[in-house]
């Protein structure tokens, strides 16, 4: 793992990008919308392919009732260290950066075009799936993460809704977007950010007790989606969405293999998950040994279709899920007109790039 220097932080903060012709880009369908951002599919004219574009206005006007004045420089600032994340990185599983524009007060960002679908909604889609294909999703999603952690960043976003497919082929391979959260490796990171879910117990606990967190971060969230892929339904869990109760069990560690949901589960997948949710962060399963790991490695394929098990507690937990995030999206918004850096990022980021699929 590379720890960036001072002058490899600074670079990677640097807010000047060379300015491109705007009109190298048609805009097509809207795709999706986040507050004061529009992700449209759009067709690269100049290289003859589509991409999305991320359009977000940073206008004073589009953050008029929310203080304070400069929020559009905040906006800017966190643009742009996303986007100079992704243009140094380059791995077949992550989401490429093209391209940025600015153009008076709205920047443009061109990234590669996933148009296969979100990991559950594709689940969902194919009507069927198996141990062996849920391990193949997580083996890319290792690789590409052990790169980013090599290379000297931290993803801390790793969730279903970051986790697309290419296209519509049962081969497809993934992608992982988003990198909003995303920053620098440090000896001592504090932000309390991402998806509570999806989020270790050091994470949690990083502004009270000072201690800070490591890339470990990512392989806990890489066990949250594990565990959900094999039974349908979170490890932590509160039925009134309680982020507090959540956050409690998150710190336990207390999570369960119920019975009957987990009972056709391979041993080898239950000991992948645990390995990846062990609240001690220098305990926990890493990501070179997880790739090594006899489930990932699958030499005796779990073929038996898990489906039909899961496909009802899998499309609860999407509803609700997305239910939540209509609300969080919104407190988002509010967060980054009012606090600081530290504070926007408790709540799902409206300043990430993402690739937004139809």
Same mark, same amino acid.
């Given at each position: ?9 600074e670079?990677?903060r ?15 369908n #809207?795709?999706?919308?986040?507050g ?8 690269d004219l ?11 206005d *940073?206008?004073?006007? $589009?953050f ?10 905040? =906006? ?11 243009r $140094?990185?380059?791995?077949p ?8 524009v600015?153009?008076g ?16 909604? #594709?689940?969902?889609k194919?009507?069927?799936?198996t141990?062996?294909? @849920?391990a193949?999703v997580?083996?890319q999603?290792?690789t $590409?993460?052990?790169y980013?952690?090599d290379? /000297?960043y =931290?993803? *801390? ?10 296209n519509? +082929? ?9 990198? /909003? ?10 932000? +309390?950010?991402?998806? =509570?879910?999806?989020? @270790? ?5 990083s502004?009270l007790?000072k201690c ?13 989606v594990?565990?959900?892929l094999?039974?349908?339904?979170p490890?932590?869990?509160s039925?009134?969405?309680d982020? /507090? ?6 710190? !336990? ?6 019975h009957p949901h987990?009972?056709?589960?391979s041993?080898?997948?239950?000991s992948?998950v ?7 962060p220098?305990? #926990? ?14 030499e005796?394929?779990?073929? @038996? ?13 999407? !509803?609700k899920?997305?239910w939540?995030?209509?609300?969080l !999206?919104a407190?988002? =918004?509010?967060?980054? $007109?009012v606090?600081?850096h530290?504070?926007?990022? #408790?709540?799902p980021?409206?300043? @990430? ?6």
């Amino acid at each position: 793992m590379n720890r960036k220097t001072p002058q490899q932080r600074e670079d990677s903060r640097k807010t000047s990008f060379e300015p491109l012709k705007s009109e190298k880009y048609y805009l097509l369908n #809207r795709l999706g919308d986040g507050g004061f951002c529009e992700v449209f599919k759009a067709k690269d004219l100049e290289n003859n392919q589509y991409v999305a574009i991320k359009r977000v206005d *940073r206008s004073k006007r $589009a953050f008029a009732k929310y203080p304070p004045k400069d929020v559009e420089k905040k =906006v800017k600032k966190l643009i742009y260290r996303e986007a100079n994340i992704m243009r $140094a990185l380059n791995h077949p599983n992550l989401i490429k950066f093209y391209d940025m524009v600015e153009d008076g007060e709205e920047i443009f960002i061109a990234m590669q075009l996933a148009e296969g679908g979100e990991l559950f909604d #594709r689940i969902i889609k194919r009507g069927k799936f198996t141990e062996k294909d @849920a391990a193949g999703v997580i083996a890319q999603v290792i690789t $590409a993460i052990i790169y980013m952690h090599d290379k /000297g960043y =931290v993803h *801390r976003d790793i969730k279903p809704e970051n986790i697309l497919f290419d296209n519509n +082929n049962d081969d497809s391979k993934i992608y992982i977007t988003d990198f /909003g959260l995303s920053r620098e490796i440090e000896e001592k990171m504090l932000t +309390n950010c991402g998806t =509570v879910d999806y989020s @270790a117990p050091e994470l949690l606990k990083s502004k009270l007790t000072k201690c800070g967190y490591g890339p470990e971060v990512d392989n806990w969230s890489i066990g949250v989606v594990s565990y959900i892929l094999l039974c349908g339904y979170p490890p932590f869990y509160s039925s009134s969405q309680d982020d /507090g109760e959540i956050k409690k069990q998150i710190m !336990a560690g207390t999570y369960h293999f119920h019975h009957p949901h987990w009972d056709n589960i391979s041993k080898h997948a239950k000991s992948f998950v645990a390995g990846l949710l062990t609240v001690n962060p220098a305990e #926990r399963l890493s990501l070179k040994n997880a790739l090594e790991h006899p489930w990932i490695k699958q030499e005796s394929p779990i073929t @038996a279709d898990i489906y039909p098990l899961i496909e009802a507690r899998l499309k609860d937990t999407i !509803a609700k899920q997305r239910w939540r995030c209509l609300g969080l !999206a919104a407190e988002a =918004v509010h967060l980054l $007109a009012v606090h600081s850096h530290s504070l926007i990022e #408790r709540r799902p980021s409206l300043m @990430a790039i993402p690739v937004v699929t139809g």
